[in-house]
C-alpha cells in the first residue's frame, strides 16, 4: 500500500509565498513522474506542475517563473515552491505520483488527501 501525505498549507498574503511538500510511503519500488495539481472551488482538478524522475520539469503557463517544483528521490518527496501568490491560487493542492510496487509490475497513479491553500489580505 501507498500514501502521499503533503504538508505545508496555509494562509498567505498575495504577493507571498508558500512551500508545499508531499512524501511518499508504503510498498514502494520505484517512483515515476511525480506532480501537483490544483481544484479551485466549484471548478475542475488542473495540473500546476510536473517533474520525471530524472528532474524534467513542465509547469502550467500562468506557474512559470513564479512556482517551482523540485524532488529528492532518496527521500520520496516532491515539493513546491510557489512566490509572488495572488488570490487565483486559492485551491486544494494535490500531490499525484506514479509508483511501482516491485519489479516487473505495472505502475499507478496515487494521490494525497490535499492541502487547502488560501490567498487573501
Known amino acids: 500500500q501507498v500514501q502521499l501525505v503533503e504538508f505545508g498549507g496555509g494562509l498567505v498574503q498575495p504577493g507571498g509565498s508558500l512551500r508545499l511538500s508531499c512524501a511518499a510511503s508504503g510498498s514502494i519500488f520505484s517512483i515515476y513522474a511525480m506532480a501537483w495539481y490544483r481544484q479551485p472551488p466549484g471548478k475542475r482538478r488542473d495540473l500546476v506542475a510536473a517533474?520525471?524522475?530524472?528532474?524534467?520539469?513542465h509547469y502550467a503557463d500562468s506557474m512559470k517563473g513564479r512556482f517551482t517544483i523540485s524532488r529528492d528521490n532518496a527521500k520520496n518527496t516532491v515539493s513546491l515552491q510557489m512566490n509572488s501568490l495572488k488570490p487565483e491560487a486559492t485551491a486544494v493542492y494535490y500531490c499525484n505520483a506514479e509508483i511501482s510496487s516491485s519489479p516487473g509490475r505495472s505502475s499507478y497513479d496515487y494521490w494525497g488527501q490535499g492541502t487547502q491553500v488560501t490567498v487573501s489580505s
Open positions: 517533474i520525471s524522475s530524472g528532474g524534467s520539469t
